[in-house]
């Protein structure tokens, strides 16, 4: 949409967020996630450091591989945690930067015992260990962006098979590679391995890596990118309805996971002074998959969590399985700890699917309590009666939408006005959602064009279109179920700032206010009912400043008294952002009292357009909707 020519609505600004000043807004973004991975790595270390101090060598090695695994499991976190794709591949991943790593960094003289006829010149060549590290990055770099843009193709999305098999793919791809080309990775038996003495020798390189690995997850889960990603976890199609593009944020995430991988799994060869293909294969892939599930995949705190609860019960699996242990003898005992491991991803996937920490972070607990006690409600926004909403016009001509052999949309035109709501009633099965699926770019029109302004937008993708002007909700609710009523708007909010409009707009408190779910504002989206969930949808998608707001039955699943109090919300949030508004409903009360011009549909043809009375009047509609029974949406449970 076009900022100069938007009418900016009167109204005064409040003081709620305009009190927290700019400097409060830098602690919070870099302070918080700094003091999240101080508190982690310091619990990590000292924990570790103490359980070492008790025992010998052994101990010592099992907290370096934590340490390690730690990292390694953090940079799984900012892929899998942040965008919800679940990725067998990161192990693959490790492989390959381990191997990289290791033919790097191994002594020429080492390398010409066992790989004597590597290729490209490589036994020739010998790089310090972080050159090495370095080289591991970047060429395990270069194949995950290969595959990332495969899994943007295939538009992952949470849960999704498609990208769940990709990864695997990349898994077993690694391992067969590892183990048949002998020349550079020594095959399936010998390996790569440092000489003597060549080894880690110290901590100090897990500890820095570590620490920065920790704050970069932070920076990235706390960044507006890592908020984007999460919220196309919850729901992708209502991400892309607000203007994201998934692919974007997905990619983002996978190239700095895919780097603390990296680091994570060089440091690991270069402190275990060897890698076969088995040690970045099924059994390193179950014991971090574990850990990050178990602990709680969409928290880096849960995460690191879960590398310290699988240490210790892998640990006591093993010393159950161990000779020390010979009272009681019982049939799993070379496979236990394997066993714990898969009974453990079992147990949580049913019981508890989040994980032990499914969303808790330090520093936003914290902040959340210090605004709690500071924050006041902004004053409801005035808007003057006299206000226009939006300013260009939607057009929709000759709409046609067929499914196979039948019609949905037949020739439907519109042409709703940016200062009026727009009503468009009709029958169940009247094709009124397939519209504005098709003005949101959700389903392809057979044929026929639709344009804001001067804007064709009839080829271009949702998030496109979201961007443009045009936000929808989504007659079943489609919320980011595990984010807040405040994160939901406020995520929605962040891509006002890529149309480069920076004008005087309602904050996201103002926003929660107008729309009546201040007081739900610190609630997960997905324990809220239907008249919130559907008010917090009203905002959020009032949130990203459109130019027209399309409204999919905004009342279904009220009562009578807060459908009649959604009359008012709508034209406020309208007012409010300057939009003009399209409205769905099946309800007459609601509907007549909204609309300044109705259309009626049935069987996919505009049978009648006019005023509220002029409707009611018409003879067709009377005949095709009043006397019809109450439409019901597709699969929409309903309490009213
Ligand atoms: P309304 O919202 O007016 O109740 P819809 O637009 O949801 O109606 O549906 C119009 C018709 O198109 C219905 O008969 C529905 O079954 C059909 N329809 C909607 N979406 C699809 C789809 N993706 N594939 C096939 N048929 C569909
Ligand atoms: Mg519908």
Redesign the pocket.
Known sequence: MNPETTVQPERTMSPALSKSPASMEWVRRLGGPLLTSIVLFAALVLGGLLYASGGGGARDSLVTQMLINAIIVVGMQIYIGNTGVLSFGHVGFGAIAGYTFAIFAISVERKSVTVSDAPFGLSEIQWSPLAAIVAAVVVTLAIGLVVGLGLSRTAAQSGAIAATVITLAVLFMAREVAVNWDELTGGDRAGLSFGIGDTLESRWPIYVALFASLLLARLYGTSRSGRLAAATREDNLAARAVGHNPATHQTLALVLSIVVVAVGASLRVYELGSITPKFFFFEFTLLTLTMLIVGGRNSLTGAVLGVVVITVGNEVTRYLAGPSVDSFEFVFRPGLSKLFLGLSMLLFMIVRPGGLLPDWELDSWLFSRWRRRHETKPVEAATDEDTSLGSEVLKAESITVR??G?Q?LDDATLDPQPDEVTGII?P????????LNVLTGV?PSTSGRFSLGSNDLSSKQTHAIAREGVVRTF?NLRLFGSLTVRENVAVAALHRSDSGDSGSQPSVEELLVAAGIWDDRDRRASELDYGTARRLELARAAATRPAFLLLDEPTSGMNEAESLAMTAQVRDLARLVGAGVVV?DHDLGFITGVCDRIYC?AQGTVVAVGTADEIQADPIVREVYLGSVA?D??GEPRDS
């Open positions: 499914f196979g039948f949905a009709g169940n099965g009247a094709g009124k959602t397939t519209l389903v007659q769905i549909l439409d949406g597709p």
